[in-house]
Every structure is written in C-alpha cells, then in structure tokens.
C-alpha cells in the first residue's frame, strides 16, 4: 500500500515562504513520479509542479512558475515544494501523490496519479 504523508503548511503573509515536504512509504520511491496539487474551496483541483523519477524533468503550472521549486531526495524517500512569494491566491489545501509511469505533457493531470496524501492547508494572509 502505497502511503505519502505531506507536511509543512501554515499560516504566512503575502510575500512568505514555506516549505513542504510528502514522506513516501511502503513503496520503492525512486520508481515513482511525484506530484504537488492543491485545490482551493470551490475550485478545481490544480496540478502545481510535478518530478519525474530521478529529479531530472519538471512540470510547473503559469500560476507558480519562478516562485515554487519542486526538488526530491530519492534517499530521504522524500519530495518537497519550496514556496516563495506567495500569495493570498495561493491559499488552498496541497497534497502530494504519486505515479508509476511520467511524462511533462500530462504530470499535471491528477487522474493519471493513483496515490494520494491527505493534504496540508497552507493559508496566506493578506
């Protein structure tokens, strides 16, 4: 059973950082592709950044594009997303999920991912 656990959401103001972090389990994490989305309420799910298996390719959507940094420490069995200058538009529950198979032209679609984390809300004040 494929398990990812994220972490590091919280409050912050407009212009803040933070740092996520999805811890896998149960599975061989280097044989995954990764992925962060987020979905605000009443809004669609959005795929933010994802990673293919080495770290090597990667995926960011327009609205993140020069602020988020997705990286993976396949020995941690770690992914993270480095936020920065963020936004109140930003504020949305993020979960990290996990993929066999990788490609850049549909990483960010969320039905070609079958495991997922439970989220953790980040929240930027304005």
């Known amino acids: 059973q494929v398990q990812v656990v994220e972490s590091g959401g919280g409050l912050v103001q407009t212009g803040g950082s933070l740092r996520l972090s999805c811890t896998a389990s149960?599975?061989?994490?280097?044989?995954?592709?990764m992925a962060w989305f987020r979905q605000a309420p009443g809004k669609e799910r959005e795929g933010v950044s994802c990673i293919d298996f080495a770290g090597d390719s990667t995926y960011y959507s327009d609205s993140v594009k020069g602020r988020f940094t997705i990286s993976r420490d396949n020995a941690q069995n770690t992914l993270y997303l480095n936020m920065n200058s963020l936004k109140p538009a930003d504020t949305a529950m993020y979960y990290c999920?996990?993929?066999?198979?990788?490609?850049?032209?549909?990483?960010?679609?969320?039905?070609?991912?079958?495991?997922w984390g439970r989220g953790t809300q980040v929240t930027v004040s304005s």
């Open positions: 149960d599975f061989t994490f280097e044989d995954h592709a």
């Open positions: 999920a996990a993929a066999r198979s990788y490609s850049g032209s549909w990483c960010h679609i969320g039905d070609y991912y079958n495991s």
